[in-house]
C-alpha cells in the first residue's frame, strides 16, 4: 500500500457521531498504530474519530521534537542557534542545523488561508474586553480547565516547580496571551509570534524531559500529545470566552469569525495538526471538538486540584503586581471562581461560597448592556478597544523581565 494512502486512512476525523465533518487539509506524517492509553478514556467510544484521537494521543510536536533532540548535540550554541533564528528569522543563521533550518522554515512560510485580517480581527475582538476581565478568566477560567486533566497536570507537577512558583507560572501565561493580543504582533518576528514559539518549544523541552523521567506512556499516551494541545488551544476560545459571557462580555458572530482566523494561526504556531482546528470557526464547532477531547480525560485527581487550588490562591497576587490592575480580594475572587463555573466544579475545588456572589448577576447585565450602547456608536467602541490597546502595552511594560522578550525560556 502507498505510503500517501496510509495517511489519508489515518486522516479520518470527526465523522458522523461528533457533526464536524472531515478535515483532510495539509500533509502530516503517518504514525504507527499504538494502544489505546489506559488513563485516557474508552477508545471504542470515539465513533469514526477512534483513529485519529488515538493516533494523536501518541504525538507530540515532530518538528519541535526534533529541534530539541539537536539541541542536546549541539550544546550551547545550539541554543544560541534557537533564540537567534525565532527571534531573527532562519536568515539570520549562516549555517543553521537542519533540524531547526525545518522548524524555522515552517513557520515562516505562511499558510495560504492567513489574510491581512488574521493578524488584526482577533486581536480586535481581544481588546474589546478590559484587560482585568481577560486576567480573571484566565487564571479561574481557562486554566482552571487545562489543570482538570490528570494527564497535563501530571506533566506540570513533574516539573517541580509549578506549585512553588503559581504566581509566575500565571504572569507568565498571562504575558503570553498579551503578546499575541497585540495588534499585528503574530506576524514572523514579531512579538507574539516569537513569544508563540518559545511556548512550542517549551512545550518540546518538557516532552522530552518527562519521557526520559520514566513517563508511563501505555497510560497516559505520549506527555503534552497533540490531544492535549488541542485541548488548551480550546482553553483560550469557548472556555474563556464562556466565562466571559458570563461576566457580561458577549461577542457578535462577526467578533467570534474573526476571533477564530487568528486562533488558527496561533495554533498553526504551536504546532497544532490543522485537523484540529481547521474547521473550527465558532464556539458551537469548537464546545464539540472540546467535548470529543475531553473525553480522553479522567476525572481531576490529586495533582488537578492541587494546581487549581493555587491558582485561584494567586489571583489575587496577580493583581496586586501592576498599577494597571485594580485590587481584588480572595472573597471577590471565589465568588467570581463559583460564578463562571458553576457549584459542581466549585465544589470539587473546595471554593468557598461568599456574599460577594451575589453581586456578579447584576453587574454582569449591566456590563452587557454597557458593550450594547457602545457598540451601537462607533467612536465610543473604537475609543474603548485603543484604551484596552494601551493599558495592555503599559501592563506588558510593567511587567518583570518577560520570559519571552530576549528569546528566554518561561519554565527552565
Same mark, same amino acid.
Given at each position: 500500500?502507498?505510503?500517501?494512502?496510509?495517511?489519508?486512512?489515518?486522516?479520518?476525523? @470527526?465523522?458522523?457521531?461528533?457533526?464536524?465533518?472531515?478535515?483532510?487539509?495539509?500533509?502530516?506524517?503517518?504514525?504507527?498504530?499504538?494502544?489505546? =492509553?489506559?488513563?485516557?478514556?474508552?477508545? %471504542?467510544?470515539?465513533?469514526?474519530? #477512534?483513529?485519529?484521537?488515538?493516533?494523536? &494521543?501518541?504525538?507530540?510536536? /515532530? !518538528?519541535?521534537?526534533?529541534? *530539541?533532540?539537536?539541541?542536546? &548535540?549541539?550544546?550551547?550554541?545550539?541554543?544560541?542557534?534557537?533564540? +537567534?533564528?525565532?527571534?531573527?528569522?532562519?536568515?539570520?543563521?549562516?549555517?543553521? /542545523?537542519?533540524?531547526?533550518?525545518?522548524?524555522?522554515?515552517?513557520? #515562516?512560510?505562511?499558510?495560504?488561508?492567513?489574510?491581512?485580517?488574521?493578524?488584526?480581527?482577533? +486581536?480586535?475582538?481581544?481588546?474589546?474586553?478590559?484587560?482585568?476581565?481577560?486576567?480573571?478568566?484566565?487564571?479561574?477560567?481557562?486554566?482552571?480547565?487545562?489543570?482538570?486533566?490528570?494527564?497535563?497536570?501530571? *506533566?506540570?507537577?513533574? %516539573?517541580?516547580?509549578?506549585?512553588?512558583?503559581?504566581?509566575?507560572?500565571? !504572569?507568565?501565561?498571562?504575558?503570553?496571551?498579551?503578546?499575541?493580543?497585540? /495588534?499585528?504582533?503574530?506576524?514572523?518576528?514579531?512579538?507574539?509570534? *516569537?513569544?508563540?514559539?518559545?511556548?512550542?518549544?517549551?512545550?518540546?523541552?518538557?516532552?522530552?524531559?518527562?519521557?526520559?523521567?520514566?513517563?508511563? *506512556?501505555?497510560?497516559?499516551?505520549? =506527555?503534552?500529545?497533540?490531544?492535549?494541545?488541542?485541548?488548551?488551544?480550546?482553553?483560550?476560545?469557548?472556555?474563556?470566552?464562556?466565562? @466571559?459571557?458570563?461576566?457580561?462580555?458577549?461577542?457578535?458572530?462577526?467578533?467570534?469569525?474573526?476571533?477564530?482566523?487568528?486562533?488558527?494561526?496561533?495554533?498553526?504556531?504551536?504546532?497544532?495538526?490543522?485537523?484540529?482546528?481547521?474547521?473550527?470557526?465558532?464556539?458551537?464547532?469548537?464546545?464539540?471538538?472540546?467535548?470529543?477531547?475531553?473525553?480522553?480525560?479522567?476525572?481531576?485527581?490529586?495533582?488537578?486540584?492541587? &494546581?487549581?487550588?493555587?491558582?485561584?490562591?494567586? %489571583?489575587?497576587?496577580?493583581?496586586?503586581?501592576?498599577?494597571?490592575? /485594580?485590587?481584588?480580594?480572595? #472573597?471577590?475572587?471565589?465568588?467570581?471562581?463559583?460564578?463562571?463555573?458553576?457549584?459542581?466544579?466549585?465544589? !470539587?475545588?473546595?471554593?468557598?461560597?461568599? =456574599?460577594?456572589?451575589?453581586?456578579?448577576?447584576?453587574?454582569?447585565?449591566?456590563?452587557?448592556?454597557?458593550?450594547?450602547?457602545?457598540?451601537?456608536?462607533? &467612536?465610543?467602541?473604537?475609543?474603548?478597544?485603543?484604551?484596552?490597546?494601551? @493599558?495592555?502595552?503599559?501592563?506588558?511594560?510593567?511587567?518583570?523581565?518577560?520570559?519571552?522578550?530576549?528569546?528566554?525560556?518561561?519554565?527552565?
Amino acid at each position: 500500500m502507498q505510503a500517501t494512502t496510509l495517511t489519508r486512512r489515518r486522516m479520518m476525523f @470527526l465523522g458522523a457521531t461528533s457533526g464536524l465533518g472531515l478535515a483532510t487539509l495539509g500533509r502530516w506524517p503517518a504514525h504507527a498504530a499504538a494502544p489505546w =492509553p489506559t488513563q485516557r478514556g474508552d477508545g %471504542t467510544t470515539f465513533g469514526d474519530s #477512534e483513529r485519529f484521537i488515538g493516533e494523536m &494521543l501518541h504525538v507530540g510536536d /515532530p !518538528l519541535a521534537d526534533a529541534v *530539541v533532540a539537536e539541541l542536546v &548535540l549541539l550544546g550551547s550554541d545550539g541554543k544560541k542557534f534557537l533564540q +537567534s533564528g525565532i527571534a531573527q528569522g532562519l536568515k539570520s543563521l549562516a549555517d543553521p /542545523p537542519p533540524a531547526l533550518a525545518a522548524f524555522l522554515r515552517a513557520n #515562516e512560510t505562511i499558510p495560504p488561508w492567513v489574510t491581512p485580517s488574521t493578524y488584526t480581527g482577533g +486581536s480586535r475582538t481581544f481588546m474589546s474586553i478590559p484587560l482585568p476581565a481577560h486576567a480573571l478568566t484566565l487564571a479561574l477560567g481557562a486554566l482552571t480547565h487545562t489543570y482538570s486533566s490528570p494527564a497535563i497536570a501530571a *506533566v506540570l507537577i513533574g %516539573t517541580g516547580e509549578l506549585i512553588n512558583s503559581t504566581q509566575r507560572r500565571l !504572569l507568565e501565561t498571562t504575558d503570553w496571551l498579551l503578546r499575541c493580543m497585540q /495588534p499585528g504582533a503574530l506576524r514572523v518576528g514579531g512579538r507574539g509570534y *516569537v513569544a508563540t514559539l518559545q511556548v512550542r518549544m517549551l512545550h518540546a523541552q518538557a516532552r522530552a524531559r518527562t519521557l526520559a523521567n520514566g513517563w508511563n *506512556v501505555a497510560a497516559f499516551g505520549t =506527555p503534552i500529545s497533540q490531544v492535549d494541545l488541542a485541548r488548551t488551544w480550546l482553553d483560550f476560545l469557548p472556555i474563556s470566552y464562556g466565562c @466571559l459571557s458570563r461576566l457580561g462580555y458577549d461577542l457578535t458572530s462577526n467578533e467570534i469569525s474573526d476571533l477564530y482566523r487568528t486562533w488558527w494561526y496561533i495554533a498553526h504556531l504551536l504546532g497544532i495538526d490543522p485537523r484540529f482546528y481547521r474547521s473550527i470557526t465558532d464556539h458551537t464547532t469548537a464546545r464539540r471538538l472540546l467535548t470529543l477531547v475531553d473525553a480522553t480525560n479522567q476525572p481531576p485527581d490529586a495533582n488537578s486540584r492541587a &494546581l487549581v487550588t493555587e491558582s485561584v490562591r494567586a %489571583t489575587s497576587g496577580l493583581f496586586s503586581l501592576a498599577t494597571v490592575l /485594580p485590587p481584588i480580594s480572595a #472573597e471577590t475572587v471565589n465568588a467570581t471562581f463559583r460564578h463562571i463555573n458553576g457549584d459542581p466544579i466549585s465544589d !470539587l475545588y473546595a471554593i468557598r461560597r461568599t =456574599p460577594a456572589q451575589a453581586l456578579i448577576p447584576p453587574t454582569a447585565l449591566a456590563t452587557r448592556n454597557t458593550r450594547t450602547l457602545a457598540r451601537a456608536i462607533p &467612536l465610543t467602541w473604537n475609543t474603548q478597544i485603543k484604551f484596552n490597546e494601551s @493599558l495592555t502595552e503599559t501592563f506588558l511594560n510593567l511587567l518583570p523581565t518577560s520570559a519571552y522578550a530576549n528569546g528566554g525560556y518561561a519554565h527552565k
